[in-house]
């Protein structure tokens, strides 16, 4: 099952409630499709919150509200309000730690 991306015409109200995994990639990025398969995996598991994407490149204005510098760069949100952020390639373990901390 793929992983929906986000616009900015439905951003908000995606993580306006419980706890997001957002990652923030680029189609042209290596380090990226390195973390695609991880998020993917995580995403068919996710049990108690949600995961999604979003393309820089699509969506220039979100990556500049959350001043994504690199990518992929991924945000956990809670309740719309971003809790942790962890840039580049990470093991699904540390995603995952990341996640359960803000359950």
Not at 5 to 33: I, M, R, Y
Not at 60 to 79: N, Y
Not at 87 to 100: D, P, Y
């Amino acid at each position: 099952m793929a992983v929906e991306h986000l616009s900015e015409s439905n951003f908000e109200s995606a993580v306006a409630q419980g706890v997001t995994l957002v990652d923030f990639f680029a189609t042209w990025c290596g380090p990226c499709k390195m973390l695609s398969p991880i998020v993917e995996e995580i995403a068919g598991e996710a049990d108690g919150f949600k995961v999604y994407k979003v393309d820089i490149d699509e969506c220039e204005d979100l990556a500049m509200d959350f001043s994504i510098m690199s990518v992929p760069t991924v945000m956990i949100f809670k309740d719309g309000d971003e809790a942790d952020r962890i840039i580049g390639v990470r093991s699904k373990e540390e995603l995952l730690s990341a996640v359960k901390a803000n359950l």
